[in-house]
């Protein structure tokens, strides 16, 4: 099966700028994740969507990033403006139903530069 | 959900040796995951086990879990440069998937 597919791969853009990452899930997954890793941490999740509801929010900077999910499937999360603090790589998840849905499959990270 | 803390920082060992890292939490658990991350394959899981398991095995990795301790190990066999990865824990508590990722251990296996 077709792993997480995310876009870009890399980007730099300068501080105050707007830039949104996208995902599409496994197909079939409900549960889709947003994580950023910022260099020599673990990733931290930003948000979480069970299908296109939003489950958890708690650590996602609401005044300058946000997410959707419309359909259910993929998803976009976008950072407007840009802080320097966000250079990380974004990675997004997905998880399936039942038993399976512990296990997070990760996509390859949208690396952000910001100058 | 909370944070596993993993232990050792960095290992550096030869390729064909073992290599052990641990994971400690604070409070009960359902499961614990591992994950490892290294620049070729992403983030991956590796192993679940659950509260109720002791070890488990798959492949040439071995993961303990002994509640009373708050603590789990990760046994690499016969490693490979291959192996080369950051490592991560993640313990589960209650209900929902969310997933929280200390540090991780960073292994480097040399020829």
């Known amino acids: 099966e077709a792993g997480v597919a995310q876009s870009p791969r890399y980007k730099i853009i300068e501080k105050r700028q707007s830039v949104a990452f996208w995902c599409n899930p496994i197909s079939g997954h409900a549960t889709l994740y947003w994580y950023q890793q910022i260099l020599g941490q673990g990733p931290k999740l930003l948000i979480q969507?069970?299908?296109?509801?939003?489950?958890?929010d708690s650590q996602l900077p609401k005044d300058r990033f946000s997410a959707e999910r419309l359909k259910g499937v993929d998803s976009t999360l976008k950072i407007q403006p840009a802080k320097l603090e966000d250079s990380a790589v974004y990675l997004c998840?997905?998880?399936?139903?039942?038993?399976?849905?512990?296990?997070?499959?990760f996509g390859p990270g949208t690396r952000l530069t910001v100058t | 959900s909370q944070q596993g803390e993993e232990d050792p920082q960095a290992l550096s060992i030869q390729e064909g040796e073992n290599a052990t890292m641990n994971c400690s939490y604070k409070t009960s658990i359902n499961n614990l995951q591992w994950y490892r991350q290294n620049s070729g394959r992403g983030l991956v899981h590796l192993i679940l086990i659950r509260s109720n398991e002791r070890e488990k095995h798959s492949g040439r990795l071995r993961v303990t879990l002994d509640t009373s301790k708050k603590s789990s190990s990760l046994l690499i066999t016969a490693s490979r440069a291959a192996d080369t990865a950051s490592y991560f824990c993640a313990p589960r508590t209650g209900g929902g998937n969310k997933l929280t990722f200390g540090t991780g251990t960073q292994l480097k296996v040399e020829l």
């Open positions: 969507f069970q299908n296109n509801g939003v489950v958890d």
């Open positions: 998840a997905s998880s399936g139903p039942g038993q399976s849905s512990y296990e997070q499959y």
